[in-house]
């Protein structure tokens, strides 16, 4: 459930009717949650509430945005609330794996806080394995979207303007029978329920993936936000738009600490 | 996986949490694993002052609590003690690992007992320092040492330096301060880094500053009976060591 920072007085923090909200879902490599980061660092924007729920592994730390001192000492747990009212943009960031069983459950919740907070649409930011790429996906583009029928209404043709690629579906029963096709987002966590669950309730959702495996995932996350940025326009898009992404705070010694001299 | 809470609130009855009004609770201490529940047992904890007013029963893959409250340092348990002289000071050791998805349940059944108004949460744990992320090896930090992250709510001096980015927490110890974030509880955490897994008197000394912390001044022990305590507990644990001699 949504809980907001501000309690009692104006509930203006968290009216978000109308809203864009831009979501993770924990997947390979984690580039989701990665690009959001880069988007709440960037656009600087602020703590609006937290979406406590039982479905995710707890954990807490202090401000992974911290830019100064004064700033490094509020505390943050597994799943945040931020919000931009001028870009009519609101995020939640997920910071921690799914428990197990606990999956269908935190999409049910999600979509019927997405519903009573009258959010526009909602964007998800997600990735699949690139070795369950076939041959034709090998070439050209990694990256892929996806749009419910009701956003489809509702944006046209942006996609086929943005020259975009489709995510392509998969033989229900490759080499039995190749006519019955169906979407397969393989190491993609909740992102196929999430789709399936708001075509079904009428919700206007994108799903923006990129193809990748594990490793060093930060150029994935630099791929998938110049992605989005094609179509929100969150920054001002330049020849070299990675410089204008700030990294935040919490990146640092993403690959262990500094080593013993004495190894040497 | 169910866990149970069984409360003995009321003398000689035992209730089930659910059927219980909130209690008041004026301050919560929270001891999270063996070092830190040894730390409240030598520096805090006694049989004349407190008395058992609650267990939790739990089992999963690492552990399974034990049903008495007669326990040695080394069992796994999670019981609840109250201060005889102000019943709103509540008390938790807590040494059996609580799995992640019995976690939210202990928060709900432990602080849904509870009323908030007015609460204060202290926890304490202890992590390996392989797990503490800095720019220099942990080979050369000196170990033990603790460090704290507080919510937004608590306004008092912490007693030693704050954790860094991109430092995290987990388990209970972060399901129980993402909880008094959440709702708006002053509380802090005191998690000291240590190169020992076993019970160790080195890391539970560690925990000695927190004896001049507001919260916990009024509540400490004779320093001499301390030293016997400590000194005991770490002889029954031992007894299980000396395989090889």
Not at chain 1, 10 to 35: E, I
Not at chain 1, 223 to 237: D, G
Not at chain 2, 25 to 40: D, R, T, Y
Not at chain 2, 100 to 119: A, P
Request: proline share 5%; glycine share 4%.
């Amino acid at each position: 459930m949504f809980v907001p920072c501000e309690r009692g007085g104006g509930s203006a923090s968290s009216d978000f009717k109308g809203f864009t909200l831009l979501m993770p879902a924990v997947s390979v490599g984690n580039v989701g949650q990665l690009a959001i980061d880069l988007v709440i660092s960037t656009l600087d924007m602020t703590k609006v509430g937290y979406f406590y729920t039982d479905c995710l592994v707890p954990m807490v730390g202090n401000n992974p945005y911290a830019t100064a001192e004064e700033n490094s000492v509020e505390l943050s747990i597994n799943a945040e609330v931020y919000s931009l009212p001028s870009k009519k943009l609101v995020v939640l960031q997920i910071r921690s794996p799914f428990i197990k069983n606990k999956y269908r459950p935190f999409c049910q919740t999600l979509l019927s806080w997405v519903k009573s907070s009258k959010c526009a649409r909602v964007i998800l930011l997600s990735s699949s394995h690139a070795y369950q790429r076939d041959d034709e996906q090998l070439l050209g583009t990694p990256l892929r979207y996806l749009i419910t029928p009701d956003l489809e209404k509702a944006v046209g043709g942006l996609m086929q303007e943005l020259n975009w690629k489709e995510m392509e579906k998969v033989a229900a029963y490759p080499g039995i029978n190749d006519t019955e096709k169906v979407l397969h987002i393989p190491g993609g966590g909740i992102t196929k329920l999430l789709f399936t669950e708001s075509c079904s309730k009428g919700i206007q959702m994108a799903v923006l993936l990129k193809f990748c495996s594990e490793g060093d995932n930060i150029p994935d996350a630099f791929a998938l936000v110049n992605y989005l940025n094609e179509w929100l326009q969150l920054i001002k898009s330049e020849v070299n738009t990675s410089s204008q992404w700030k990294i935040p705070s919490s990146w640092r010694l993403l690959f262990g600490n500094g080593l013993p001299p004495a190894l040497f | 996986r169910e866990i149970d809470v069984l409360w003995t609130l009321k003398s000689g009855a035992s209730t089930e949490s659910s059927a219980d009004e909130p209690f008041v609770c004026s301050k919560f201490i929270v001891a999270i694993g063996h070092n830190a529940v040894a730390f409240l047992s030598s520096f805090i904890l006694d049989s004349v002052c407190w008395e058992v007013v609650g267990v939790v029963k739990l089992w999963n893959e690492w552990c399974r609590t034990s049903n008495t409250t007669n326990v040695l340092p080394t069992d796994s348990f999670c019981l609840f003690y109250r201060l005889i002289s102000d019943p709103t000071v509540l008390l938790c050791q807590c040494s059996c690992y609580v799995a992640e998805d019995q976690q939210f349940q202990w928060l709900e059944k432990v602080f849904g007992c509870m009323r908030k108004e007015g609460l204060q949460v202290t926890i304490l744990s202890t992590c390996p320092v392989a797990d503490y992320k800095t720019q220099e090896s942990t080979l050369t930090l000196p170990s033990p040492f603790l460090k704290a992250l507080k919510t937004k709510e608590f306004k008092e001096q912490v007693c030693c330096p704050l954790l860094e980015q991109p430092n995290i927490v987990r388990d209970l110890p972060a399901a129980v301060l993402s909880y008094c974030q959440v709702w708006q509880i002053p509380a802090v955490l005191y998690q000291c880094y240590t190169d020992v897994i076993k019970l160790d008197t080195v890391t539970i000394e560690a925990f000695k500053p927190l004896l001049s912390s507001k919260i916990l001044k009024s509540l400490v022990k004779d320093v001499s009976e301390s030293t016997k305590i400590l000194k005991k507990l770490l002889t029954t644990s031992e007894t299980h060591n000396n395989i090889y001699i």
